[in-house]
């Protein structure tokens, strides 16, 4: 079995969904008015003409009250908070793949795969430099030119802490309804809020937009500004992670087909 020091960037990141609320405006009718007649003056009758009577106007019709629309209600920050939770516990919960893309500070761009079976196997294939990692329990693998071999990481390095509800609240602040919108076909709430995790003991901070389906609850888009966590070697060998601004976009599908076992014995 080969044993080598890891040379490569984790990108891994967590992201949760939102809701929309659209707020209707009540329009004014403009103010109904009525004219007033001018009254000319009459001539003066020849004795023999008898005057045409005139004719009694018809009232005016009053106009029927318009019904004034009612605000949509918004999710306020305790909603927001637990259909997040809600949604993050879903994605940790379900076997799934995302297709993370980030771009780094100097604008370097990479897409990774990142298929998860819970609660501890994943999957990670790196499709620029053709690298795959397999991580079951506490041993991380890589395959590298086609040959498997161990490293020196401990698994949490990529998959992080356990998932609860108490700890995603820990880690959420500022909660909030930013819309609703539209991805792939299906309407989504896309809720905002600040994560702070815990990386292979770094401290990772940023800002999420996570787009949560109406239909299921699920979170099918995740948008993170912040820090990632990536895993260079020292001059000794040894592995070394550490935080470093990123953009990433995930897009998420749950598969429970999903398969992942240990490459090597």
């Known amino acids: 079995m080969h044993t080598i020091p890891s040379r490569f960037l984790i990108v891994f990141i967590f992201i949760f969904i939102v809701a929309f609320t659209a707020a209707c405006q009540t329009q004014e009718l403009p103010a109904v008015t009525q004219e007033q007649s001018v009254q000319q003056p009459s001539a003066t009758p020849e004795p023999s003409a008898t005057p045409e009577p005139t004719a009694t106007p018809e009232p005016t019709a009053t106009p029927e009250p318009t019904a004034t629309?009612?605000?949509?209600?918004?999710?306020?920050?305790?909603?927001?908070?637990?259909?997040?939770?809600?949604?993050?516990?879903?994605?940790?919960?379900?076997?799934?793949?995302?297709?993370?893309?980030?771009?780094?500070?100097?604008?370097?761009?990479?897409?990774?795969?990142?298929?998860?079976?819970?609660?501890?196997?994943?999957?990670?294939?790196?499709?620029?430099?053709?690298?795959?990692?397999?991580?079951?329990?506490?041993?991380?693998?890589?395959?590298?030119?086609?040959?498997?071999a161990t490293t020196q990481l401990h698994g949490s390095t990529f998959l992080g802490e356990v998932v609860t509800e108490a700890t995603l609240t820990t880690s959420i602040t500022e909660p909030q309804f930013l819309r609703l919108d539209v991805l792939d076909g299906q309407p989504v709430t896309v809720y905002g809020y600040g994560s702070t995790t815990m990386r292979g003991g770094v401290e990772l901070h940023s800002q999420v937009e996570l787009w949560v389906s109406l239909a299921d609850g699920l979170v099918y888009q995740m948008i993170s500004e912040g820090e990632t966590l990536s895993v260079s070697t020292d001059a000794s060998g040894w592995s070394v992670p550490t935080a470093v601004p990123a953009v990433s976009t995930t897009l998420i599908e749950y598969d429970s087909s999903i398969n992942i076992e240990p490459p090597i014995p």
Request: hydrophobic letters at 40%.
């Open 69 to 148: 629309p009612t605000d949509t209600p918004v999710p306020d920050p305790d909603q927001a908070r637990a259909a997040i939770i809600q949604a993050l516990l879903a994605l940790n919960s379900l076997p799934n793949r995302m297709t993370v893309t980030t771009t780094l500070e100097d604008g370097q761009t990479s897409t990774n795969i990142i298929e998860f079976v819970p609660p501890d196997r994943k999957r990670i294939i790196s499709t620029e430099v053709g690298m795959e990692y397999i991580i079951v329990g506490d041993m991380v693998y890589v395959k590298i030119a086609g040959i498997w």
